[in-house]
């Protein structure tokens, strides 16, 4: 009966809160086989389902979803993210606007617009949409790292270092607000900030690449050509494809080795501060 139905809907939330996607998924769709009809349970296996890449089958159960329930909002944003996940960004948007047309405090729906207009490359709607979604839920980590690499796309530094700080705060073991953190502020000029950021980040995930990447470039920055190369090599042993890290790691090498047979030549003179600027 619908009892048994939204019970198993329950215990599937609460696999997906421990990352247990398989079970997850059986536990939704036994809620299904129960109720055919439950549009929460359609709308969490979508979810599920993309979380797990299976992007066909996660679109197919938010349709459903929003078939059964034109006027569930939750349904209209996941579906809007399953959208994303299969490239039809314009579609993407107007899923995720019709969710926050339906219900405009659903913060969730306000940030996943956010998201995909950031995707679309609309930076400025993207960052309204995100301020909105954090006015009505203002502990949001993901939505804080969002703005901030909303803010950071758009150059606005000040703003991305403290949308980002405000995600650490709330997230401690978010790597990639550390990561866009340390971005922004070697940009800024912070290059002792921006390695500590970088660091935290490797404390917490030791194997994210574009983090080695990074670190590398500003130790770079900071004169540390040795430290540079050792941090871009090991981005470049994690990741061989990680775009741009062959240029970046040439730069290092060129120059580690005119620091070692010229020690002081380099005093006063640029380095190359920009060359991984793209590994964001």
Same mark, same amino acid.
């Given at each position: 009966?619908?009892?048994?139905? &939204?019970?198993?809907?329950?215990?599937?939330?609460? #696999? &997906?809160?421990?990352? $247990?996607?398989?079970?997850?998924?059986?536990? !939704?769709?036994?809620? *299904?086989? @129960? $109720?055919?009809?439950?549009?929460?349970? /359609?709308?969490?296996?979508?979810?599920?389902?993309?979380?797990?890449?299976?992007?066909?089958?996660?679109?197919?159960?938010?349709?459903?979803?929003?078939? @059964?329930?034109?006027?569930?909002?939750?349904? =209209?944003?996941?579906?809007?993210? %399953?959208?994303?996940?299969?490239?039809?960004?314009?579609?993407?948007?107007?899923?995720?606007?019709?969710?926050?047309?339906?219900?405009?405090? !659903?913060?969730?729906? =306000?940030?996943?617009?956010?998201?995909?207009?950031?995707?679309?490359?609309?930076?400025?709607?993207?960052?309204?949409?995100?301020?909105?979604?954090?006015? *009505?839920?203002?502990?949001?980590?993901?939505?804080?790292?969002?703005?901030?690499?909303?803010?950071?796309?758009?150059?606005?530094?000040?703003?991305? @270092?403290?949308?980002?700080?405000?995600?650490?705060?709330?997230?401690?073991? =978010?790597?990639?607000?550390? &990561?866009?953190?340390?971005?922004? #502020?070697?940009?800024?000029?912070? #290059? $002792?900030?921006?390695?500590?950021? !970088?660091?935290?980040?490797?404390?917490?995930?030791?194997?994210?690449?574009?983090? /080695?990447?990074?670190?590398?470039?500003?130790?770079?920055?900071?004169?540390?050509?040795?430290?540079?190369?050792?941090? #871009?090599?090991?981005?470049?042993? *994690?990741?061989?494809?990680?775009?741009?890290?062959?240029?970046?790691?040439?730069?290092?090498?060129?120059?580690?080795?005119? =620091?070692?047979?010229?020690?002081?030549?380099?005093?006063?003179? $640029?380095?190359?501060?920009? %060359?991984?600027?793209?590994?964001?």
């Amino acid at each position: 009966d619908a009892g048994n139905a &939204m019970i198993r809907c329950n215990l599937a939330n609460a #696999l &997906m809160g421990n990352r $247990d996607l398989d079970a997850a998924i059986d536990s !939704y769709r036994e809620a *299904l086989r @129960i $109720d055919p009809d439950l549009a929460p349970a /359609h709308c969490n296996l979508g979810v599920a389902l993309r979380d797990k890449s299976d992007f066909g089958a996660a679109l197919q159960a938010c349709r459903e979803t929003v078939r @059964i329930d034109p006027n569930f909002a939750p349904g =209209h944003a996941s579906l809007g993210l %399953a959208l994303h996940r299969i490239g039809d960004l314009d579609g993407a948007v107007q899923a995720c606007e019709q969710a926050v047309r339906i219900d405009p405090r !659903y913060a969730l729906g =306000h940030h996943s617009l956010g998201f995909v207009l950031f995707v679309k490359g609309d930076v400025d709607a993207a960052i309204d949409a995100l301020r909105a979604s954090l006015r *009505l839920d203002p502990d949001n980590a993901p939505a804080h790292y969002d703005l901030g690499l909303a803010l950071f796309g758009k150059g606005d530094l000040d703003g991305a @270092i403290a949308a980002c700080r405000s995600a650490v705060g709330l997230d401690p073991n =978010h790597v990639r607000a550390f &990561m866009v953190l340390g971005n922004a #502020l070697r940009k800024a000029g912070d #290059l $002792d900030a921006a390695l500590a950021a !970088y660091r935290e980040a490797l404390r917490i995930d030791p194997s994210d690449a574009r983090v /080695h990447a990074n670190l590398g470039i500003a130790l770079g920055a900071k004169g540390d050509f040795d430290g540079s190369v050792e941090a #871009l090599r090991r981005a470049a042993q *994690l990741d061989p494809g990680l775009r741009g890290i062959g240029f970046a790691l040439a730069h290092a090498e060129r120059f580690a080795e005119l =620091h070692a047979r010229l020690p002081g030549v380099l005093a006063g003179r $640029d380095t190359p501060t920009t %060359a991984a600027e793209w590994l964001t």
